[in-house]
C-alpha cells in the first residue's frame, strides 16, 4: 500500500528543484517505491570537505532533501505542508569519490508530525551516515 497522497514522479521533483540547493550539489531522485524515495549525491568538489572525503553537512543536506521532499508527497498539498524540524545523522564510513545514494522510509506519519529514517551508503553498498529527520505538519 503507497503512502503518498499524492503520488509523486521523478521528474516533476527535478523540476522543482531546478534553481536549488538540491540542483547545485547535484542531487538526483532515482526511484520512488510505495514506502521510499531514492536518490544519489556525487562525491565531487561540491560535497567534500578540505580533506577530500564526503563532508558530513552533505550527507545531512542529502537526508533532510529525501526526508522533506518525501514528508511533503504525504499530506494534502492543498491545505499542509512539511518544514523540517529537527535532523541528526551519524557518520559511519568516509566515502572519496563515486557517489552516495540515500533511501528515507517514514517511521511515523502523524497529523501534526513525521518521522523519517534515511540510511546512505557508498558505490559498494557500504553504510555511510544513518539520519533521522523530524518534520511539522503545517496549516497552510
Known sequence: MSIWTYPPTVEDIHAHSQASLVAHLGIEFL????????????????????AGILHGGASVVLAETLGSVAANYCVDRESKMCVGLEVNANH??????????GVARPAHLGGTTQLWDIRITDDNDR????SRLTMAVLNR
Open 31 to 50: 526511484e520512488i517505491g510505495d514506502d521510499f524515495m531514492r536518490a544519489r549525491m556525487p562525491v565531487d568538489e561540491r560535497t567534500v570537505q578540505p
Open 92 to 101: 559511519v564510513r568516509s566515502a572519496k569519490s563515486g557517489y552516495v545514494y
Open 127 to 130: 553504510l555511510v551516515c544513518v
